[in-house]
């Protein structure tokens, strides 16, 4: 089982989020990054991470569902309101995430990061 690989956007690309992740064993990269620049658009986030394989999170509802809908091929798209999330939940829910999934899973998929809310 491959676990999935993450790319944080640079709306969630919190470092403490990152790091955290990272301290548990998960393959988290986030913007920016030696392969992506700090004011890389959405576009190229989406379809640098794909190309990476490695799906990406988001508080930029609005528009990745846009995206999703015109590069369907896309690497997954986990969407999450920031106002309902404090960092130890994000942390927790990406962890359980990036535990019960496979990189398998996620081409094309678009999901709600309140899924593996505990």
């Not at 990152?18 to 700090?38: F, S, Y």
């Not at 999703?68 to 359980?96: S, V």
């Amino acid at each position: 089982m491959a676990e999935a690989k993450l790319h944080l956007d640079a709306d969630i690309s919190l470092v403490s989020l990152w790091k955290a992740l990272n301290d548990k064993g998960h393959d988290v990269t986030r913007t920016p990054c030696e392969w992506m620049a700090r004011d890389a658009d959405d576009k190229t986030q989406l379809l640098e991470a794909t190309a990476r394989g490695r799906c990406i999170a988001t508080f930029n509802i609005g528009d990745f569902a846009h995206l999703a809908r015109e590069y369907q091929e896309h690497g997954g798209i986990i969407l999450a309101q920031q106002r309902q999330w404090r960092l130890a939940a994000l942390i927790a829910a990406f962890d359980c995430l990036l535990s019960e999934t496979e990189a398998s899973e996620w081409p094309g998929q678009v999901r709600w990061l309140n899924d593996w809310r505990r």
